[in-house]
């Protein structure tokens, strides 16, 4: 079992930028693939980005290409999500995931592992 919990949401205005953190324990030589989804109110949980250990890829949803970049600190277990160029349509709560294996694919059902979420908030 892995345990994820993620930090660093908070309010910014639009433009802005935030980093996020997850930092994994427990069995974390199981947490292969780590990602981040977002899931706003209304709306159904949707992939942010995913990276693969030791270098093997990055991913990125269309809608952040270029504003967001996920990176990864094995050493500490943790991934990070820094999201520059913040807008509006970015609020929501944001979810660390991982797995033991990729998938090829990014859905939810693809990562076995859940962090609670942290709030961000993008006013205009």
């Known amino acids: 079992q892995v345990q994820l919990v993620e930090s660093g949401g908070g309010s910014v205005q639009a433009g802005g930028s935030l980093r996020l953190s997850c930092a994994a324990s427990?069995?974390?030589?199981?947490?292969?693939?780590m990602g981040w989804f977002r899931q706003a109110p209304g709306k159904e949980r949707e992939f942010v980005a995913a990276?693969?250990?030791?270098?093997?890829?990055?991913y990125y949803a269309d809608f952040v290409k270029g504003r967001f970049t996920i990176s990864r600190d094995s050493a500490k277990n943790t991934v990070y999500l820094q999201m520059n160029s913040l807008k509006p349509e970015d609020t929501a709560v944001y979810h660390c995931?991982?797995?033991?294996?990729?998938?090829?694919?990014?859905?939810?059902?693809?990562?076995?592992?859940w962090g609670q979420g942290t709030q961000v908030t993008v006013s205009s």
């Open positions: 995931a991982s797995d033991a294996f990729y998938r090829g694919s990014f859905t939810p059902s693809d990562f076995g592992s």
């Open positions: 427990g069995r974390t030589f199981s947490s292969y693939v």
């Open positions: 990276i693969r250990r030791s270098g093997g890829g990055t």
